[in-house]
């Protein structure tokens, strides 16, 4: 038993990621046997600065019994420092044994399989399961990190960070001057931070112009209304579709054919906003003609014409009546659930966040004071002093 220290025991796949280790044949008499193949294995892995799939063959692998259990300990730690999942092939029925009972005790699978061909087989579905959920787990969606916003001697944002999830519904809350328009106008690069930074769907970045942002797929809609008021509710949303349209262009999408059908395309999208906000009868009116609930509404089909991945809404219920509120809060649930939206906004009524959000961030002068889901910043102390002491 000598000829476990030979390199080719050892082998890197790096196109799969993979270590095999060759067990095959191999005798392990003693506890000194073990320590010095698997410290080997140690002193290979650590060389290599990374984690590894472990593909561990043992045909006709002996391990003696008064050392089962010194082998299952330095192969469990060996994991645990460098594996990303193991898979062993051909254990005899006494290393089977072995492997099986660490592995019932530890509560780690012990993947076991007659020839090398099942085990690649069920290392690469493996991987597969592990990029799945590496990747939905490790894209951030929304990272705002240390960010400080100064209007000469104002701070308007001091060192806030937080995190939106693909997906949710987020609120930012906090008295009046908290910095919370601030805020959203940081994220979709109307301001720019003295220091911080945004991450939006793997891209960091410090500064960035609104035009990215829309091109990025964040919009917004405003605490006062920004509508062209003259113009009727049809053209106003077009006016968000054309964002869509150069978006189109600049990102080089695929030029599917004529403009006309572009054209159509267009039209289509904005109907379907139209009958989703359900405003259909208005369609013609001049924006300034209509109640303020109504232009609320017509300035939130203007940002989902742009089939935003990010919603930032900033108070979109504001000036409502009870009724109007309502509808709003039916509408932000209806369209996270139906095009998947991910919905930033800022609200005052406790109820309403209460209502939508599965995260709320508060803000006070500027500085992050909680974070959670709505009940548990509701219950914050921190948070009812600070409302307390708000003038509203
Ligand atoms: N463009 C600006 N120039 C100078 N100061 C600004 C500017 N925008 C915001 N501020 C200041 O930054 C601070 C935060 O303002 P912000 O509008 O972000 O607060 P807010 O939480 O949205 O308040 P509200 O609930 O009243 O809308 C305030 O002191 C405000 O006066
Ligand atoms: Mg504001």
Redesign the pocket.
């Known amino acids: 038993m000598s000829d476990w220290t030979y390199p080719e025991r050892i082998t890197f796949h790096d196109a799969i990621a993979t270590m095999e280790v060759d067990f095959s044949g191999l005798t392990f008499a003693d506890e000194a046997a073990v320590d010095a193949f698997y410290d080997h294995v140690g002193t290979r892995l650590t060389e290599t600065g990374r984690r590894w799939f472990f593909l561990v063959i043992y045909t006709d692998c002996v391990v003696a019994p008064e050392v089962w259990r010194r082998f299952a300990e330095r192969g469990k730690d060996t994991n645990i420092a460098h594996s990303l999942g193991s898979v062993r092939v051909d254990a005899t029925a006494q290393t089977r044994e072995a492997i099986r009972e660490s592995a019932g005790k530890e509560s780690f699978r012990s993947n076991i399989y007659n020839t090398r061909d099942q085990a690649l087989l069920a290392l690469g579905e493996m991987r597969k399961r592990q990029r799945e959920t590496h990747s939905t787990a490790e894209e951030t969606f929304l990272r705002v990190e240390n960010v400080s916003l100064r209007f000469g001697g104002v701070k308007a944002i001091t060192g806030v960070s937080f995190e939106i999830k693909r997906g949710e519904i987020s609120s930012i809350i906090g008295p ?1 001057g908290a910095g ?3 805020m ?1 106008n940081v994220i979709n690069g109307v301001y720019h931070p003295q220091e911080g930074t945004i991450t939006f769907l793997g891209n960091v970045r410090r500064q960035m112009r609104p035009h990215d942002a829309a091109l990025q797929g964040i919009a917004r809609t405003f ?1 006062n209304i920004a509508l062209f008021k003259g113009m009727s509710v049809l053209d106003n949303i077009m006016t968000g579709r054309n964002l869509k349209m150069k978006a189109n262009i600049l990102q080089q999408a695929v030029w599917l054919g004529p403009a006309q059908r572009e054209e159509l395309e267009h039209r289509l999208k904005v109907e379907e906003i139209i009958d989703f906000l359900e405003i259909q009868h208005i369609r013609k009116t001049p924006v300034g003609r209509l109640p303020y609930g109504l232009q609320k509404r017509v300035d939130l089909a203007r940002a989902l014409a742009m089939e935003p991945q990010l919603l930032l809404l ?2 979109p219920m504001a000036g409502m009546n009870v009724e109007e509120k309502q509808d709003m809060c039916r509408f932000i649930l209806d369209l996270n659930d139906q095009f998947g939206t991910t919905v930033l906004l ?1 609200e005052h009524d406790m109820g309403v966040v209460m209502d939508l959000s599965d995260f709320v961030v508060v803000l006070d002068h500027g500085e992050k004071i909680a974070e959670g889901t709505a009940d548990e910043v509701r219950a914050d102390p921190v948070v009812i002093s600070a409302y307390l002491g708000a003038s509203h």
Do not use: R
């Open positions: 009046n919370k328009s601030s959203l605490q900033d108070e800022i």
